[in-house]
């Protein structure tokens, strides 16, 4: 039968830990951000909350965003959730680089993103990695418009492992920067607005790949898909913990709210 992960049987995220306080009495970590306490939310897709696994085999994974754009799957497109795939502690779904893909059904790259401003989060950790390829724009896509040069993915760029935000606007403009290492949780942000686009990553490294001139999205009619490039011809390996997505551009308070959430609750 199918099984949702739910807040009652997920595993305890890290900040939810109890700790000894003084006199060995047990105090409560504080956990009081969540994606939905800022306007814009789009797309919120937690691998702790609202998984639903056939046989280790997800067919939908829920949006917590309150816009029912929840993702699925079906036959040998469905990736894995299974107790041993984590990311830190916590579980993760599993691309497995050879077809796994999920799509957001009914919904259009408009649905969760403004053409000019948007701001998308994400933590995961890549196994392997295609090789770049300049012509293609996105490689393996963490998070992509089917059909549509726009996205978030990774790459092995020969001496170094790369997130690459990328945006059409009739010029193919991107953003790389450079990450630790795979099988090693990474949590990347990737902006746009004002005409820039900016990417960036921690996870040991700190690095931010600076701004590109980027115009507005030019096409916005595209199904969002999870786990393979604009056109499925190359797939995402690895585990994805946690998608957050705003249809305008955060500002630096707000984007320092969700990047301690995630970097605190997934280790990276």
């Known amino acids: 039968m199918p099984r949702r992960i739910g807040e009652s049987d997920e595993l305890v995220a890290p900040w939810k830990k109890r700790r ?22 789009t797309l919120w897709l937690d691998a702790g909350i609202g998984v639903t696994a056939v046989s280790d085999r997800v067919t939908l994974w829920a949006d917590r965003s309150g816009n029912g754009r929840d993702a699925s799957a079906a036959g040998g497109n469905r990736p894995y959730y299974r107790t041993t795939d984590l990311i830190g502690m916590q579980r993760a779904v599993y691309f497995d680089g050879t077809g796994t893909l999920m799509a957001i059904a009914g919904v259009t790259l408009a649905d969760i993103i403004d053409a000019d401003e948007h701001s998308v989060f ?37 001496a170094t492992e790369e997130t690459i935000g990328f945006n059409w606007d009739g010029n193919s403009d991107s953003v790389d920067v450079e990450f630790a290492a795979a099988n090693t ?16 990553n921690y996870n040991g490294k700190n690095s931010y790949g600076g701004a590109a001139s980027s115009g507005s999205t030019t096409d916005l009619t595209n199904t969002p898909q999870l786990g393979a490039s604009h056109d499925g011809a190359v797939f995402f390996n690895g585990l994805i913990g946690e998608i957050i997505v705003y249809d305008r551009q955060l500002g630096p308070l707000e984007i320092t709210q969700v990047r301690n959430y995630l970097r605190t609750k997934w280790g990276a």
């Open 20 to 41: 000894r306080g003084g006199g060995g009495e047990a105090s409560a970590i504080s956990d009081t951000f969540r994606p939905a306490h800022l306007a814009g939310l």
């Open 185 to 200: 949780p990474t949590y990347t942000q990737f902006l746009h607005g004002g005409g820039l686009l900016t990417a960036g």
């Open 122 to 158: 994400v933590v995961f950790e890549a196994t392997t990695l295609a090789a770049k390829d300049a012509t293609r724009y996105d490689n393996a896509g963490i998070l992509a418009g089917g059909g549509a040069f726009w996205g978030l993915a990774v790459a092995d760029n020969g």
